[in-house]
C-alpha cells in the first residue's frame, strides 16, 4: 500500500538539518518494498509511483 500524500505540516515541524527530504517516507517505503519482494518490481509500482509525485511536488 502507497503511503499517503506528503503532509505540508509534519514537514514544515521537522528541525530544519543540511540534508531535509521531504519525500523521505515515501523513500523508505520504496525500499522496504523491494527488501519484502526481492526482484518483484510489479509490487512495488505503487510506492514507487509516490516517491515520484512527491519528487514533482518538491524539486
Do not use: N
Not at 19 to 32: G, V
Not at 33 to 45: A, L, S
Not at 46 to 52: D, S
Amino acid at each position: 500500500k502507497a503511503t499517503s500524500p506528503v503532509d505540508l505540516t509534519a514537514f514544515e515541524s521537522k528541525e530544519m538539518t543540511r540534508f531535509l527530504d521531504p519525500c523521505e517516507k515515501e523513500s523508505r517505503a520504496s525500499f522496504r518494498c523491494m527488501e519484502d519482494h526481492p526482484g518483484d518490481r510489479d509490487k512495488c509500482m505503487a510506492h514507487f509511483q509516490a516517491y515520484r509525485d512527491c519528487k514533482k511536488i518538491w524539486v
